[in-house]
């Protein structure tokens, strides 16, 4: 549905997408349930938001400011009480090459856009399409992103600086390359340790920030014990930098608007999947996709103004939200509150966080985003499904993310339409009871055949169909049964004007009953049924069509009155 264009009704869309009194109200049922949860999530949260801004190339302080201008907004404006918003790990995977061609200031100014975008979208009532996105193409961009976290690591995980290169594999192996050349064994095992904690700890006690308690421990070991081969962060600001767009270039902006768009549609797909697993975790919870995308825009828009990369919904941080018993936007906003308290007060302890024990976060991370069980049952489920997860996985991994969703839907949809015009099927009647032979022979005997059309007649089973049509030899009419077509498109309907048209040359004529109402403009457009109620070749039933088929041939001296049946066999049940 389009936008009103009058003033009126655009206000009227704006105001539709604004906080209500009713979340101001929710958020004050529960308030140390809220604020419980908050502090929880900001536990969790920390950790991922710097792993994630040293990830995305602009550093950890690009992470944190994410968090709290990103989280803050999105929880206020955003369509689920229960998301927690910020940096992510899907995210950074599309913003790497971003940074490597345009560098931050590009980066930033991406996010700015795809702000603007995402608020279009929210204003275009955009947000209900995510429904129409396979689970398989989720599931393996999920894995992929998975893979691609895991691999970005690896040159802090192994401690070595940060190797040239835009794709994720060809870094990867050049950083194996110069540990290889020059090995020590602090940094990865600092890294495997935190990832070990985080994994064996989330299985025995779900409820601990075991990633807190590692990153501690690591820098506490790190700081005292003097060990070589381990980087910190490095120095980070005390506090949120003012509020400026001096990144902005406005003569770039049209080399950024791939990039934009591609980071609108990850930040919208994500959000959206966010919310509809918050959702599903609770009871009498829904989103409101459009105000979802509208405060998810706002967010995007802010956080580059604070130095912040582009913000989505975070999976895993708003289901941390949920267990721990978040009921509003309440909890959402203290998790963003927290950090910004970490930002000012906390600074320069943050910054000597070794960054091997972020690289360990993320590879945990990594490993918990692999739902095993639902992978399992995807590739069980047919051999579609398979072929688009792996595909989807694989062209993440190669590729990049927004690239890998593209060819995942392309892809789902080839076999979707194939699936679908398998369904279409053209079959002798009648077709509703016992053994027709005898039936069907008589009606051959008379010179007739009756046809029946199951399922879609549309472009993806038009050439079969013409094919089968044009078939039946010493036939002088053929009645085609429509009451079952379930959907008739242009190229279908061009099909089947061809199909009368080849027919009517060769002398039979061709009869048609039960046409609906719904296919007759697609049939109208061509002109199939005007060729038919020129010669009155339209009926309304099956039985109507086959009585007038021998009348036909009585005139025309085919067939004697005797011929035919005191009881004309026509179908059951169905008689249109």
């Given at each position: 549905m389009s936008v009103p264009l009058s003033p009126a009704g655009f206000r009227s869309r704006i105001t539709s997408l604004l906080p209500t009194r009713a979340d101001l109200a929710q958020a004050r049922r529960h308030p140390r349930r809220d604020l419980l949860a908050g502090l929880t999530v900001a536990v969790v949260a920390l950790p991922l938001a710097l792993g994630f801004g040293v990830s995305s190339g602009l550093g950890a302080e690009a992470g944190l400011a994410t968090a709290v201008v990103a989280g803050a907004l999105a929880a206020v404006f955003g369509g689920s009480s229960l998301q927690v918003s910020g940096p992510t790990g899907a995210m950074t995977?599309?913003?790497?090459?971003?940074?490597?061609?345009h560098g931050p200031s590009g980066v930033l100014t991406v996010g700015l856009m795809a702000g603007v975008i995402l608020v279009g979208l929210a204003l275009l009532r955009a947000g209900g399409s995510m429904r129409y996105v396979p689970a398989p193409v989720v599931e393996g961009f999920t894995l992929g992103i998975a893979c691609v976290i895991g691999l970005q690591q690896i040159p802090n995980a192994l401690g070595v600086a940060q190797p040239d290169g835009e794709r994720v594999l060809e870094v990867a192996w050049h950083a194996a390359e110069d540990f290889a050349r020059d090995p020590h064994g602090t940094a990865p095992a600092l890294a495997a340790a935190v990832a070990a904690v985080?994994?064996?700890?989330?299985?025995?006690k779900p409820t601990v920030p075991f990633s807190v308690l590692a990153v501690i421990a690591a820098t506490v070991v790190v700081g005292t014990a003097g060990l070589d081969g381990v980087r910190p962060i490095g120095d980070l600001p005390a506090g949120l930098p003012a509020p400026s767009l001096s990144f902005l270039d406005l003569g770039a902006l049209g080399g950024l608007l791939a990039?934009?768009?591609?980071?609108?549609?990850?930040a919208a797909l994500e959000s959206l999947l966010s919310a509809s697993v918050a959702d599903g975790m609770t009871v009498g919870q829904r989103h409101d996709p459009d105000r979802e995308l509208f405060g998810q825009g706002l967010a995007n828009i802010a956080a580059p103004m604070f130095g912040g990369v582009p913000a989505t919904g975070a999976i895993a941080r708003t289901a941390v939200n949920v267990r721990t018993g978040a009921t509003s936007r309440a909890a959402a906003l203290t998790?963003?509150?927290v950090l910004a308290v970490i930002v000012?007060?906390?600074?320069?302890?943050v910054s000597r966080i070794p960054l091997a024990a972020l690289a360990g976060v993320l590879l945990a991370t990594a490993v918990r985003m692999v739902e095993v069980g639902s992978l399992r049952a995807m590739t069980r489920a047919t051999r579609s499904d398979a072929v688009i997860l792996v595909l989807t996985a694989v062209a993440t991994l190669v590729l990049d993310l927004v690239q890998a969703v593209i060819i995942g839907l392309v892809v789902?949809?080839?076999l979707a339409l194939r699936a679908v015009a398998r369904q279409a099927r053209l079959a002798p009647l009648p077709l509703d009871r016992g053994?027709?032979?005898?039936?069907?022979?008589?009606?051959?005997?008379?010179?007739?055949?009756?046809?029946r059309i199951d399922g879609p007649l549309f472009f993806a089973a038009a050439h079969r169909f013409l094919l089968e049509l044009t078939e039946p030899a010493e036939v002088r009419v053929v009645v085609l049964r429509m009451s079952h077509v379930s959907v008739v498109d242009a190229t279908g309907a061009l099909v089947l004007k061809d199909a009368v048209t080849k027919l009517r040359r060769r002398g039979i004529v061709v009869m048609v009953s039960g046409v609906r109402p719904g296919h007759r403009r697609a049939l109208d457009s061509v002109g199939v049924l005007d060729l038919l109620r020129h010669e009155g070749r339209e009926y309304a039933t099956t039985p109507e069509a086959i009585e007038a088929a021998r009348a036909h041939l009585?005139?025309?001296?085919?067939?004697?009155?005797?011929?035919?049946?005191?009881?004309?066999?026509v179908p059951t049940g169905d008689a249109s």
């Open positions: 995977v599309v913003l790497v090459p971003i940074v490597a061609d985080m994994l064996v700890g989330a299985r025995w990039p934009a768009l591609a980071v609108a549609a990850l998790h963003a509150a000012f007060a906390a600074a320069p302890l789902a949809g080839v053994d027709h032979t005898d039936e069907e022979h008589e009606l051959l005997a008379q010179h007739i055949v009756a046809y009585e005139r025309d001296g085919v067939l004697r009155t005797a011929d035919t049946p005191a009881a004309a066999p």
